[in-house]
């Protein structure tokens, strides 16, 4: 699943599949606009079949969530494992501790949405 | 002038009006295969009478489960031709909200999920050609047309923002706004008022299919008016 969505990134992106690993960063690495993150997620749905939605793939609703959090005293992580289950403990903790240095969506984020929602 | 086409299949929404009917057997000629979507079965047998039964599909688009069995089961489309257009005109005033209610849901809300499905798939091929077929009254409507020129207005900024979004990916939109056709309703509206210019089905078809075609494509994420001269008047005739 890894292999197969680098090399969508790489086709949409324009680059060499071997520059881009699980850390890289969508945006902050890569450069993608919401147009490539759209054409990323319309290449998963057709190419490998998995269902998509676009604000749970990319995280786009995560700073909204993050705010609902708060107005209702629900611990942040809670929040984000109750609107992100493909995400991991480990790894919604890193985005809380990354968020300040922008875009958090990293490729492992793709891999591991297409894992949870792959169709069995 | 020979046209030329990259993609090869053709959707018309709405396709069993004249207009529908017209242009289905200039773009076969043209080696596309056509699929049509038709609100009723009695327009069903009438389409039956230009395509193959396999090729035509129920869809009401005011329906959700309607539409929803349509995504379902998306016919593949390189073309959209978007003839669907709401019936009914009334003053605002007077407006039923319940009904524009449901035709705000149909013509704004059930098309936008129409064409999300389809740009997808167009978007995933990087080929795709959407046009919308418009009316002279989105930019001039009589009294009575005010929700008939919001919902096609409505209808045009969709078409027009996602050539604009999509264009660079190969997917581009068109709007064309049409006069007073000498088909449907627009026949005996034409009949009674002989001074006014109407436009001729063929000619609104023909002018589709080159909108259609890869030398038409730099039409894009535009409306243009093909009313015969109707809108060009200082004073009405």
Same mark, same amino acid.
């Given at each position: ?44 749905? %057709? ?38 289950? %493909? ?5 919604? %903790? ?22 949870? %929602?792959?169709?069995? | ?6 993609? *090869? ?14 242009? =289905? ?138 050539? =604009? ?14 006069? =007073? ?42 409306? =243009? ?8 008047? *200082?004073?009405?005739?």
């Amino acid at each position: 699943m890894t292999d197969a969505i680098i090399a969508i990134i790489a086709d949409i992106m324009d680059m060499d599949p071997t520059a881009i690993t699980q850390a890289t960063y969508l945006v902050r690495d890569l450069g993608a606009e919401s147009i490539d993150l759209l054409e990323i997620g319309v290449a998963m749905e %057709h190419r490998l079949g998995i269902p998509v939605q676009d604000d749970a793939l990319f995280l786009r609703d995560l700073r909204l969530v993050l705010r609902l959090a708060e107005e209702t005293n629900t611990p942040a992580a809670t929040a984000l494992a109750s609107r992100y289950p %493909h995400l991991t403990s480990a790894r919604i %903790h890193a985005i809380l501790e990354d968020l300040a240095n922008g875009p958090v969506l990293q490729v492992a984020d793709l891999v591991a949405y297409a894992t949870f %929602h792959r169709p069995s | 002038m020979s046209l030329t086409f990259q993609g *090869k299949n053709v959707l018309l929404l709405g396709g069993s009006c004249t207009l529908g009917t017209t242009l =289905i057997p200039m773009l076969t000629a043209q080696g596309l295969v056509v699929r049509a979507t038709t609100t009723t079965p009695s327009h069903q047998s009438h389409l039956e009478e230009f395509l193959p039964p396999e090729r035509i599909v129920v869809l009401r688009l005011g329906n959700a489960s309607s539409l929803a069995a349509f995504l379902e089961h998306l016919p593949p489309a390189d073309y959209l031709v978007d003839l669907a257009h709401p019936r009914g005109e009334d003053l605002l005033l007077a407006q039923d909200p319940t009904v524009a209610e449901g035709l705000f849901l149909a013509m704004g809300v059930h098309r936008l999920r129409l064409l999300q499905a389809l740009g997808r798939a167009m978007l995933a091929r990087r080929f795709g050609r959407m046009l919308y077929v418009s009316s002279t009254a989105a930019a001039t409507p009589a009294p009575g047309q005010g929700l008939y020129c919001a919902l096609k207005r409505a209808a045009e900024g969709m078409y027009q923002a996602l050539g =604009i979004e999509l264009a660079g990916r190969g997917v581009s939109t068109v709007s064309l706004r049409l006069g =007073i056709t000498d088909a449907g309703r627009g026949a005996p509206f034409l009949e009674k008022r002989p001074q006014l210019p109407g436009v001729n089905p063929q000619d609104a078809a023909a002018c589709i299919l080159y909108l259609l075609s890869d030398q038409g494509l730099s039409f894009c994420s535009t409306t =243009i008016t093909m009313d015969a001269g109707l809108l060009a008047r *200082k004073y009405p005739l």
